[in-house]
C-alpha cells in the first residue's frame, strides 16, 4: 500500500457503506471479470470486516476488505430480524436494503486504495451492523434440526407457510424452539415448546394472537406443541439456554423459487 494510514485516515469502519456505482463497478472488476449483459451491479456494498482487521499494520496479516452486497427491495417482513439464514432485510429512511448472505466480495487491500471510494451518505446504525454481522455468522453456527422433524415441517409447508406470510411476521423478532436431538419414529410425536419474541411493547391482543397463530399452525401431524409469547425485552439467556433458534430452513428445498443467485463471479469468504 502506498499509504499505511488510508484506512484510518479515511475513516473506514465495519458497516461502512458504499453506494457509487463506479467504485462498485471498479472494485467488482478488480476479483473478477463482471460482465453487465450478464450480471446485474449491486447497488451498494457494506464492509463486513472487523474494524481492528481493517485497520491492522501490516498487510500480509490482514490482505482484505470483506463486503456484503446488497440492492433495494420490496419490503418482506419474513426477511426482518435475521429471521431468514439466507436473506435479510433492514429497512432505512423508508427503503428496505436485501442481503443475500453468499453475495459477499473480497477485495485487497491495495487494489481498495486504488479504486479510492467514497463512504456513501448511509449510515447503518450500530444494532442493524449487529444483525448484519450476527446473520453472516449465523450461517456458520445456526442450530441443526432432527431430520425427521423437518421434513414432518415441510410435509405440511402449505399450513405453516400461515405463520411465514402473516403480518404478524413484522413484529415478531425471536424464534426459538425445545426439541429433542433425537431422530424419532413416525409414529412417535415430537413435543416441543416455541418460544416467540415479538417487539417491545407489543399490543396484547396482538401478541395474544401471535399466540393462537403459532399453535394451530404448527400442530401439525407428528407434532405437538405448546406456544410462549413474550416481549423481546423480557427474553432473558437463562430462558432460552435449553432452546435452539428456529429459521425458515424446512422451505430450503431443492427447486424452492425463493433460492437466489449470486452475482456471476464474485467471490466468496
Not at 246 to 261: C, K, T, V
Request: glycine share 4%; charged share 30%.
Amino acid at each position: 500500500m502506498n499509504d499505511p494510514n488510508y484506512f484510518r485516515t479515511n475513516g473506514w469502519r465495519q458497516g461502512t457503506v458504499i453506494d457509487d456505482k463506479s467504485s462498485i463497478q471498479a472494485l467488482i472488476k478488480s476479483v473478477c471479470e463482471y460482465d453487465p449483459s450478464v450480471s446485474s451491479l449491486p447497488e451498494f456494498l457494506v464492509v463486513i470486516s472487523q474494524d481492528c482487521d481493517i485497520l491492522h499494520h501490516r498487510i500480509e496479516d490482514e490482505p482484505y476488505i470483506d463486503f456484503l452486497t446488497g440492492c433495494y427491495d420490496r419490503k418482506d417482513g419474513n426477511l426482518f430480524h435475521g429471521k431468514n439464514p439466507r436473506r435479510l432485510q433492514i429497512e432505512y429512511a423508508d427503503r428496505f436494503l436485501h442481503f443475500v448472505v453468499f453475495d459477499i466480495l473480497r477485495v485487497t487491500k491495495d487494489e481498495f486504495e486504488k479504486v479510492d471510494p467514497k463512504p456513501a451518505s448511509i449510515t447503518l446504525d450500530r444494532k442493524d451492523i449487529k444483525l448484519i454481522i450476527n446473520w453472516i455468522s449465523k450461517r456458520y453456527a445456526r442450530s441443526a434440526f432432527p431430520d425427521e422433524f423437518m421434513n414432518r415441517l415441510a410435509k405440511s409447508k402449505q399450513h405453516i407457510d400461515k405463520v411465514r406470510k402473516s403480518e404478524f411476521m413484522d413484529v415478531i423478532s425471536l424464534i426459538f424452539i425445545d426439541i429433542t436431538d433425537e431422530e424419532l419414529k413416525s409414529e412417535q410425536n415430537y413435543n416441543i415448546t416455541m418460544l416467540i419474541g415479538v417487539q417491545h411493547d407489543s399490543d396484547l391482543e396482538i401478541i395474544s394472537q401471535i399466540e393462537d397463530l403459532f399453535y394451530e399452525c404448527f400442530t401439525i401431524p407428528g407434532v405437538e406443541v405448546d406456544v410462549e409469547v413474550y416481549d423481546e425485552y423480557d427474553i432473558t439467556y437463562k430462558i432460552i439456554s435449553k432452546y435452539k433458534r428456529f429459521d425458515w430452513d424446512f422451505r430450503s428445498l431443492p427447486g424452492n423459487s425463493d433460492a437466489a443467485a449470486p452475482l456471476n463471479g464474485i467471490d466468496t469468504v
